[in-house]
T-cell receptor
Framework: SQQGEEDPQALSIQEGENATMNCSYK?????LQWYRQNSGRGLVHLIL?????REKHSGRLRVTLDTSKKSSSLLITASRAADTASYFC?????????????FGTGTRLQVFP | NAGVTQTPKFQVLKTGQSMTLQCAQD?????MSWYRQDPGMGLRLIHY???????DQGEVPNGYNVSRSTTEDFPLRLLSAAPSQTSVYFC???????????FGSGTQLSVL
């Protein structure tokens, strides 16, 4: 079964607005990562947050992690049409950060110009 | 650097046929893995390897076989293709299992 579940499944916004996606997971983790997938392409890594971190920033991206609630959120500020893609959270619980990295079902983001 | 290279990009098989999906990386990454992506299911881990000669099962290993004889290559073998294996397959690698994953562009497989 999937470890992570993203919410919402789909999100449509206008350029310039902020987009927030949430991820809930079931078991203890070492780290949580977010990836982006453009239609028909491979996934691209966005950001990694470790279990002892609560918030991390990268450019227009802000990720939070609440291990007590087993949840994470990805905020994209001032969205652009080029941000249109599917976004996946992935949790690592093995001896390393990426072994047995388990992905959620994804959020499809549509940003209208 | 080419990164992670998957071949073929598209493949159609008949039920019962066998084939090998190729994956190669030129980044000297120790960790490599295979995922399948189905609509509405996200990505599911099939097999992974933390170094040459070492492989382990992921979430959905049945019907698939892997080996890791070199650091660069991690082929995925379908032993007897079934329609349920129709999917998009992604290979991914990372430096040592502690870093982000780099993905290939995928193989779209249809089993009739």
């Amino acid at each position: 079964s999937q470890q992570g579940e993203e919410d919402p499944q789909a999100l449509s916004i206008q350029e310039g607005e902020n987009a927030t996606m949430n991820c809930s997971y079931k078991t203890s983790i070492n780290n949580l990562q977010w990836y982006r997938q453009n239609s028909g392409r491979g996934l691209v890594h966005l950001i990694l947050i470790r279990s002892n971190e609560r918030e991390k920033h990268s450019g227009r991206l802000r990720v939070t992690l609440d291990t007590s609630k087993k949840s994470s959120s990805l905020l994209i500020t001032a969205s652009r049409a080029a941000d249109t893609a599917s976004y996946f959270c992935a949790t690592g619980s093995g001896a390393y950060n990426t072994d047995k990295l388990i992905f959620g079902t994804g959020t499809r983001l549509q940003v209208f110009p | 650097n080419a990164g992670v290279t998957q071949t073929p990009k598209f493949q159609v098989l008949k039920t019962g046929q066998s084939m090998t999906l190729q994956c190669a990386q030129d980044m000297n990454h120790e960790y490599m893995s295979w995922y399948r992506q189905d609509p509405g299911m996200g990505l599911r881990l099939i097999h992974y390897s933390v170094g040459a000669g070492i492989t382990d099962q992921g979430e959905v290993p049945n019907g698939y076989n892997v080996s890791r004889s070199t650091t660069e290559d991690f082929p995925l073998r379908l032993l007897s293709a079934a329609p349920s294996q129709t999917s998009v397959y992604f290979c991914a690698s990372s430096l040592d299992g502690n870093e982000k994953l780099f993905f290939g562009s995928g193989t779209q497989l249809s089993v009739l």
